[in-house]
């Protein structure tokens, strides 16, 4: 799908089964990566992360 792009674990740096498109925003999102297998609490804005502390 064009314009979207790929979450990428903040960990682990590995490619999530989460796609974000270039106007999703996302607020205390628990973001699950299967490599790593690690929640992390993330904001997305402008497909841009931002990790939750
Ligand atoms: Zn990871």
Known sequence: MEGNEW???PVC?????I???KDTELKN????CPKCKKE???NVEQQRILVVK
């Open 13 to 17: 740096n590995s490619k999530t089964r």
């Open 29 to 32: 999102f628990p973001l699950f």
């Open 40 to 42: 992390t609490l993330i």
């Open 19 to 21: 796609q974000i498109r």
């Open 7 to 9: 979450l990428f674990c």
